[in-house]
């Protein structure tokens, strides 16, 4: 279904919505409060956190002075693991891309990351986790717009090389995270 896409710039959020409507796959838009949490815009969009696509931009170093950009797409309920990534792209370390490069890859401000890459500089990587489920929940290029997409319709339209990224968080295992004073650090 068709949406009125002139009341959007011309934007990551325009491009996205418009690969949708072109190729003509269900998918919901969910207003909500302006939040660009993983956790807390999943309450918000009212979906279990398992089913969030975060998305992160990662530099992997390649060689003395070589790097690729990897946008690594992980459950909303899972942390990335960087020794997974590094070794998926036989590089010699991975770290978080800084914010300025992870926005200019990915056209998005940091919050609001999609799923998918339209810069040829950035690599799509999902992890095998996210697509044991029917729907993936993600910012639509704006912290107060989501979207709801069949993960098989994912899937078609973004291409992704798939592998595991992650282990399971031990959030709910051991109880709420607790930050503790650096002078209290062992």
Not at 52 to 71: I, W
Request: net charge neutral; with cysteine.
């Amino acid at each position: 279904m068709p949406r009125d896409l002139d009341l959007l710039p011309p934007d990551t959020s325009h491009r996205l919505l418009s690969l949708l409507d072109g190729a003509r796959v269900p998918y919901r838009l969910v207003p909500h409060a302006p939040e660009g949490r993983t956790e807390l815009a999943s309450e918000l969009r009212g979906h279990p956190l398992d089913q969030a696509a975060k998305c992160l931009v990662v530099r992997v170093s390649t060689g003395r002075r070589s790097r690729r950009y990897v946008l690594a797409v992980v459950p909303g309920d899972r942390r990335l693991d960087m020794t997974r990534v590094r070794e998926l792209y036989d590089g010699t370390d991975a770290a978080f891309a800084a914010r300025e490069v992870a926005e200019r890859l990915s056209g998005c401000v940091s919050g609001c990351v999609v799923p998918f890459t339209f810069h040829p500089d950035l690599e799509l990587v999902v992890d095998t986790a996210l697509l044991d489920n029917d729907w993936i929940y993600f910012n639509a290029a704006r912290l107060d717009l989501s979207i709801a997409l069949p993960v098989p319709a994912y899937v078609t339209l973004a291409r992704p090389r798939t592998a595991p990224l992650t282990a399971p968080s031990l959030a709910g295992v051991l109880g709420p995270a607790v930050d503790v004073p650096r002078e209290q650090r062992s």
